[in-house]
């Protein structure tokens, strides 16, 4: 059975309790978060296996994170932990909406501080799946790893998995941040961004920018867009089309690690590989399944927390 290894960042939501800004909330409802983590957890969630790669902190948050994805089902044996590094923090506030307000505690994050050596036991199988974020590309160390855990992935024959999940509030330099992305993006076979994420990325509207993101190792593309739905394409020029489901959203949260973690799972059941991804059967069904997969974590609060699973899913999104 193919495994999907997920590397980054591993923090604590605290959600706010009622809609609201960050400076008026008076109440945070503490959970676990991280947007390859949220992907992972989604992926058990559906019945395929999956292991999370990151370094936490020495202390109780950092506790808390790896025990919610070991009850999750999640591999948390190539979780490390570490005394002079932190656990990565977060404070959410929710909108009318779902919508949210941010603010990041990490300048001193374990998660961008993990090296190679920290995961020279994963071995990798043809079959399995290697995803990962830019929260966690901020420092050279954590850079290195994960070029290290994507060049061992690519020599077995694991396909690579790559969600930009721009969070601007945690780059200083915006253009570093884009160079950051557009290098590890090199390196992807299927690439997950939203609409207006693509845009930054490629400085390109519609499908110009959608043209410019293939010619290298890109296979797939996802593009999300919010209640919009979703658009895939290959690099034969083949897409499809998903327009979405409407739902009654209370919180955004996840909802596109969960739109990810469900396309990956189907990736999984087909046992996909770089060199199958054209011939995979039912990308359309993929596609608007993973749509469900997001809609779904959107009618409740936090990510981990308002995941379903298959029968869950199908039954309230239609």
């Given at each position: 059975m193919s495994k999907l290894y997920s590397v980054g960042?591993?923090?604590?939501?605290?959600?706010?309790?009622?809609?609201?800004?960050?400076?008026d909330t008076a109440q945070f409802v503490k959970n676990a978060g991280g947007a390859p983590a949220n992907v992972c957890v989604q992926a058990v969630k559906l019945g395929q296996s999956a292991a999370y790669l990151?370094?936490?902190g020495n202390d109780g948050f950092g506790e808390f994170l790896t025990e919610t994805l070991k009850r999750e089902g999640v591999d948390t044996s190539?979780?490390?932990s570490s005394d002079k590094y932190d656990t990565s923090l977060a404070f959410v506030s929710f909108k009318d909406g779902g919508e949210r307000e941010f603010s990041f505690y990490?300048?001193?994050?374990?998660?961008?501080?993990?090296?190679?050596?920290?995961f020279s036991s994963v071995n990798f199988r043809r079959g399995d799946m290697l995803e990962f974020g830019s929260v966690a590309l901020k420092t050279q160390t954590a850079q290195n790893a994960h070029k290290y855990l994507i060049e061992k992935a690519s020599a077995a024959g694991a396909l690579i998995c790559f969600d930009p999940n721009l969070r601007f509030n945690l780059w200083e330099d915006k253009a570093q941040l884009k160079k950051t992305v557009l290098e590890f993006a090199a390196?992807?076979?299927?690439i997950k961004v939203g609409a207006d994420e693509l845009e930054f990325i490629t400085g390109l509207l519609g499908e110009g920018a959608v043209k410019s993101m293939f010619g290298g190792r890109l296979g797939l593309l996802?593009?999300?867009d919010g209640g919009k739905g979703?658009?895939?394409?290959?690099?034969d020029g083949r897409s499809y089309v998903c327009g979405g489901y409407k739902v009654k959203a209370v919180d955004t949260t996840g909802a596109g690690d969960s739109f990810f973690g469900g396309f990956i799972a189907r990736l999984m059941e087909q046992n996909a590989t770089a060199d199958t991804l054209l011939n995979l059967n039912g990308y359309e069904d993929m596609l608007c399944f993973a749509c469900k997969c997001g809609a779904y974590t959107t009618t409740g609060y936090g990510a981990i927390p308002a995941m379903g699973d298959k029968e869950k899913i199908n039954k309230a999104v239609k």
């Amino acid at each position: 059975m193919s495994k999907l290894y997920s590397v980054g960042e591993l923090l604590i939501d605290f959600q706010s309790v009622g809609t609201g800004s960050l400076k008026d909330t008076a109440q945070f409802v503490k959970n676990a978060g991280g947007a390859p983590a949220n992907v992972c957890v989604q992926a058990v969630k559906l019945g395929q296996s999956a292991a999370y790669l990151t370094m936490v902190g020495n202390d109780g948050f950092g506790e808390f994170l790896t025990e919610t994805l070991k009850r999750e089902g999640v591999d948390t044996s190539y979780i490390k932990s570490s005394d002079k590094y932190d656990t990565s923090l977060a404070f959410v506030s929710f909108k009318d909406g779902g919508e949210r307000e941010f603010s990041f505690y990490r300048k001193a994050a374990a998660d961008l501080y993990f090296t190679a050596d920290d995961f020279s036991s994963v071995n990798f199988r043809r079959g399995d799946m290697l995803e990962f974020g830019s929260v966690a590309l901020k420092t050279q160390t954590a850079q290195n790893a994960h070029k290290y855990l994507i060049e061992k992935a690519s020599a077995a024959g694991a396909l690579i998995c790559f969600d930009p999940n721009l969070r601007f509030n945690l780059w200083e330099d915006k253009a570093q941040l884009k160079k950051t992305v557009l290098e590890f993006a090199a390196y992807a076979d299927v690439i997950k961004v939203g609409a207006d994420e693509l845009e930054f990325i490629t400085g390109l509207l519609g499908e110009g920018a959608v043209k410019s993101m293939f010619g290298g190792r890109l296979g797939l593309l996802l593009v999300t867009d919010g209640g919009k739905g979703a658009k895939l394409y290959l690099a034969d020029g083949r897409s499809y089309v998903c327009g979405g489901y409407k739902v009654k959203a209370v919180d955004t949260t996840g909802a596109g690690d969960s739109f990810f973690g469900g396309f990956i799972a189907r990736l999984m059941e087909q046992n996909a590989t770089a060199d199958t991804l054209l011939n995979l059967n039912g990308y359309e069904d993929m596609l608007c399944f993973a749509c469900k997969c997001g809609a779904y974590t959107t009618t409740g609060y936090g990510a981990i927390p308002a995941m379903g699973d298959k029968e869950k899913i199908n039954k309230a999104v239609k």
